[in-house]
């Protein structure tokens, strides 16, 4: 069974920084993109970044440059997302999810081409 949970979220004051987790079982992630995802209140989701299978990080949130980064632990079947220098307008539900065709050298921040979804974990970045 396909299986996504995303775990490290809570409040952060700005300027800090928060470890995401997104622990796969059902599958091995490295033969997958793992994208990951935001959606705020009262907004659309919106694809942050991603991890193809072969390694390739590609932005999708300008925003986010320079200061989030992707990366994979192959042997705990986890993909994280390391997020610094915080800003409140960070603030969402953070959603990691399976690209729903394996072996791509890149991966997409369209939400349709991912299969399996975790069920999020709020980030709240306030002071």
């Known amino acids: 069974q396909v299986q996504l949970v995303e775990s490290g979220g809570g409040l952060v004051q700005p300027g800090g920084s928060l470890r995401l987790s997104c622990a796969a079982s059902g599958f091995s992630s490295d033969y997958y993109g793992i994208g990951w995802f935001r959606q705020a209140p009262g907004k659309e989701r919106e694809g942050v970044l991603c991890i193809s299978s072969s390694e390739h990080r590609i932005y999708f949130t300008d925003s986010v440059k320079g200061r989030f980064t992707i990366s994979r632990d192959n042997a705990k079947n986890t993909v994280y997302l390391q997020m610094n220098s915080l800003k409140p307008e960070d603030t969402a539900v953070y959603y990691c999810?399976?690209?729903?065709?394996?072996?791509?050298?890149?991966?997409?921040?369209?939400?349709?081409?991912?299969?399996?979804w975790g069920r999020g974990t709020q980030v709240t970045v306030s002071s």
């Open positions: 999810a399976r690209a729903s065709v394996s072996w791509r050298t890149v991966c997409s921040g369209a939400s349709n081409q991912y299969d399996y």
